[in-house]
């Protein structure tokens, strides 16, 4: 991992994959700001137990609760004001999802249908303009645009099309603001909008307009970003932690990942995604910045 990670604001590391890229940069020694609907889910984690403050002060922890939700700006900002009492923020890590609601008409449902745009906007917009920014890692979805939807396998595709259109609206949200402060919406396979204020995007995830959000970057003042694509997250042991234990050197790694889009890609777990991430992605920052990528078995 790269050495000049040592202050991260998490958003969505309660669970799956932002808490398991955070006990991983953790045990790195890396200090976490994590902002936490219910802090109650921490304290009684054997696994995050060593990394809090003692009640008594006598240890002061890797680890900061602010107590709040994404999708309020005003705690979001808090949760900024705290990270930045630990120097500058190296890095965001933006996992934020909700739990989806299947339903036999529109597929998976999440309330609010524009969570994870919404809480991005809070994040950029509320992010201080006295500092650097800093890198942003976001998790996304393979099938979101047109040519990543046409990589499928055949069998997926009507999946993707019914069952997870509307959290795919969502994550198309996010990625163009992404795309947009990052300079490469673009090169991520989007068109440019209409609008120069920014185009709308149906079923209440962006309005006419957002570009013009007070507070949010400008077009490319926010370059150190990566959209992450999983494939179909699936839960399961870590392989690449098995490869390595095994001793056995292997001609194939445990996972694919390539900028834009992979081939057929069926499946992922929630542990290799954030295996990738601190030590594929954080170790070779150089190499993914900027760019959409994709991961899979």
Same mark, same amino acid.
């Given at each position: 991992?790269?050495t000049?990670?040592?202050?991260?604001y998490?958003?969505g590391?309660?669970?799956?994959?932002?808490?398991?890229?955070?006990?991983?940069?953790?045990?790195?020694?890396?200090?976490?700001?994590?902002?936490?609907?219910?802090?109650?889910?921490?304290e009684?984690?054997?696994?995050?137990?060593?990394?809090?403050?003692?009640?008594?002060?006598?240890?002061?922890?890797?680890i900061c609760?602010?107590?709040?939700?994404?999708?309020?700006?005003?705690?979001?900002?808090?949760?900024?004001?705290?990270?930045l009492?630990?120097?500058?923020?190296?890095?965001?890590?933006?996992?934020?999802?909700?739990?989806?609601?299947?339903?036999?008409?529109?597929?998976?449902?999440?309330d609010?249908?524009?969570?994870?745009?919404?809480?991005?906007?809070n994040?950029?917009?509320?992010?201080?303009?006295?500092?650097s920014?800093?890198?942003?890692?976001a998790?996304? %979805?393979?099938?979101?645009t047109?040519?990543?939807?046409?990589?499928?396998?055949?069998?997926?595709?009507?999946?993707?099309?019914?069952?997870?259109?509307?959290?795919?609206r969502?994550?198309?949200?996010?990625?163009?603001?992404l795309?947009?402060?990052?300079?490469?919406?673009?090169?991520?396979?989007?068109?440019?909008? %209409?609008?120069p204020?920014?185009d709308d995007?149906?079923?209440?995830?962006l309005?006419?307009?957002?570009?013009?959000l007070?507070?949010?970057?400008?077009?490319?003042?926010v370059?150190?970003?990566?959209?992450?694509?999983?494939?179909?997250?699936?839960?399961g042991? $870590?392989r690449?932690?098995?490869?390595?234990?095994?001793?056995? %050197?292997? %001609?194939k790694?445990?996972?694919r990942?390539?900028?834009?889009?992979?081939?057929?890609?069926?499946?992922?777990?929630?542990?290799?995604?954030?295996?990738?991430?601190?030590?594929?992605?954080?170790?070779?920052?150089?190499?993914?910045?900027?760019? $959409?990528?994709?991961?899979?078995?």
């Amino acid at each position: 991992m790269s050495t000049s990670i040592k202050n991260v604001y998490a958003l969505g590391a309660s669970r799956n994959i932002g808490y398991f890229a955070a006990l991983r940069l953790l045990a790195k020694g890396v200090h976490i700001t994590f902002l936490l609907r219910s802090p109650a889910t921490f304290e009684s984690d054997p696994a995050i137990l060593p990394y809090l403050p003692s009640k008594d002060g006598s240890k002061q922890g890797q680890i900061c609760i602010v107590k709040g939700d994404a999708t309020n700006a005003d705690d979001v900002k808090r949760g900024w004001e705290t990270a930045l009492k630990n120097g500058e923020v190296d890095l965001v890590l933006f996992t934020v999802g909700g739990a989806p609601r299947m339903t036999l008409t529109h597929g998976a449902v999440i309330d609010p249908p524009n969570l994870c745009t919404h809480s991005i906007l809070n994040v950029l917009t509320t992010m201080p303009t006295s500092i650097s920014p800093p890198r942003i890692i976001a998790i996304t %979805s393979i099938g979101t645009t047109h040519d990543s939807h046409g990589s499928l396998p055949f069998l997926f595709k009507p999946f993707y099309s019914t069952m997870l259109a509307a959290p795919h609206r969502d994550k198309i949200g996010y990625e163009k603001i992404l795309g947009h402060v990052s300079g490469k919406l673009e090169s991520w396979g989007y068109a440019p909008d %209409s609008n120069p204020d920014g185009d709308d995007l149906p079923g209440g995830i962006l309005s006419k307009g957002w570009k013009k959000l007070p507070g949010l970057p400008a077009v490319g003042a926010v370059p150190r970003v990566v959209s992450l694509r999983p494939a179909l997250l699936v839960d399961g042991e $870590c392989r690449a932690d098995e490869q390595a234990a095994s001793g056995k %050197s292997k %001609s194939k790694g445990p996972y694919r990942v390539q900028e834009g889009d992979l081939k057929n890609p069926y499946t992922i777990s929630r542990k290799d995604t954030a295996h990738f991430i601190v030590e594929g992605l954080l170790a070779n920052w150089e190499q993914w910045e900027g760019k $959409c990528v994709s991961i899979a078995y």
